[in-house]
Each structure stands twice: as C-alpha cells, then as structure tokens.
C-alpha cells in the first residue's frame, strides 16, 4: 500500500459526457502528478502540481482536460465532452521534493475510464 | 530529441536470472527509476540510481552507467509472480523534474 488513493477505480461513461477523478496523494508529499497510460505504453505526463500550483502541463493535453489542486492536498482531474480516444488508465502519483531526497514518484491504484 | 529504448518482451524460466536492458537518450540525466507493474495495476516503485553501479535491493538489483546511457534490472531467483511489465524512466536534468518513460518489457515466466 503506497498510500495514494484514487477514486473511482472504474468509471464508464458515454462520449461527450464529463467526468471528474479524484486523488488523494501521500500525506507529507507536496508534488502531485497526472498520468495517462494506454495498454502496452508508459505512462504519458499529462500535468504535475507543487504544493497547489499547477507547474507544468503536457503540451499535448487538450483544452478538455483541467486539473486542480485546491489547498495542496487532493487533487481532481476533469475532462470535458469525453472522447473515445480518452479511454485509458488515470494514473495519479505523488512524491515528496526536498534536498537530498530522491523524489521518487509513488502511484495510486489509478482510474479506468471507460468512454462508449 | 529524448528517448527510453526497452525490449518489448522477454521470456524466462522459474528460478532463474533474467536481466532486462534500458538504454536513454535524454538533455541531460538527474536519476533512473525502475517500476514493476502487474496487468491491470498501477506501477510499483523498484529501484533508483544517480551514481554508477550496482544497487541491490533482496532479489532484483539495478545496474547504471551514465557515460553509456544504459541501465539494467536483474532479477534473481525468479518465481510466478514476477510476471509483469517493467518500466524504465529517467528524470533529465532539463525536464523540470518530470521523468521520460519507456514503454516497458513484458517478462512473462515460465515453470
């Protein structure tokens, strides 16, 4: 147990529907990652946060996808008017940055999104 | 422009050593990661190496040469549930601390 949580493990929706997925990273970590993973690839970046700031973005993520980390604790990843092609595992990990510190990434469960 | 090379599959015996390859490209290097991920699951952390050499972890152990942008993963004694994808990652001193993935090597063990 690496103790991030995601939720839900399993969501089907139908295209152009929205959803929202929830993480809940490691306690003390304070950066927080988003990853989207498709059979047989690695995991693809898609946005990372310290502490509550948004740092970076993948350039190849679209304008449907948003990502927020309210008070630097959870974070919610939301995509709108869902696609077939979004169909993938959300991966959410967090590690904790600071000297001396590997900043190795810990992965939740992830979230299987199904889009018809 | 920056890249992670891992064989797709592999394929060994029960009890056995097997030892899986990586070799990057990327601006610059500050740490490779190596994850195990069951079908289906997350990945797991395994290893991490910043300096040349050997770290041994119980059975798996992971070897780095930075001047040959080449890493491996060797497992020892090899049982049923190491089956798995294992993936490989480098975090680039350039890339804002976000780690360049390879696609993983599918080890698939055999009684």
């Known amino acids: 147990d690496t103790g991030v949580s995601q939720d839900p493990r399993h969501k089907i929706t139908k295209r152009g529907q929205n959803v929202t997925f929830r993480c809940d990273p490691i306690?003390?970590?304070?950066?927080l990652y988003w990853y989207r993973q498709t059979l047989g690839q690695g995991p693809e970046f898609l946005t990372y946060?310290?502490?509550?700031?948004?740092?970076?973005k993948s350039r190849l993520l679209s304008d449907r996808f948003s990502a927020e980390r309210p008070k630097g604790s959870f974070s919610t990843l939301e995509i709108q008017r869902t696609e077939q092609g979004d169909s993938a595992m959300y991966l959410c990990?967090?590690?904790?940055?600071?000297?001396?510190?590997?900043?190795?990434?810990?992965f939740g469960p992830g979230t299987r999104l199904t889009v018809l | 422009g920056q890249n992670i090379d891992q064989p797709t599959e592999m394929t060994a015996t029960e009890g056995a050593i097997v030892q899986i390859n990586c070799t990057y490209q990327?601006?610059?290097?500050?740490?490779l990661f190596w994850y195990q991920q069951h079908a289906g699951e997350a990945p797991t952390f395994l290893s991490y190496?910043?300096l040349d050499g050997l770290e041994e972890k119980g059975r798996f152990s992971s070897f780095l040469s930075r001047s040959k942008g080449y890493s491996y993963l060797l497992l020892k004694e090899l049982q049923m549930k190491d089956s798995a994808s294992y993936l490989c990652?480098?975090?680039?001193?350039?890339?804002?601390?976000?780690?360049?993935w390879g696609a993983g090597t599918k080890l698939i063990i055999k009684p």
């Open positions: 990327t601006s610059g290097f500050n740490g």
């Open positions: 946060f310290q502490n509550e700031a948004q740092l970076e």
């Open positions: 990652a480098v975090r680039g001193r350039d890339s804002n601390y976000q780690l360049i």
């Open positions: 306690s003390e970590h304070n950066r």
């Open positions: 190496n910043v």
């Open positions: 990990a967090s590690s904790l940055e600071s000297s001396g510190t590997s900043d190795t990434q810990y």
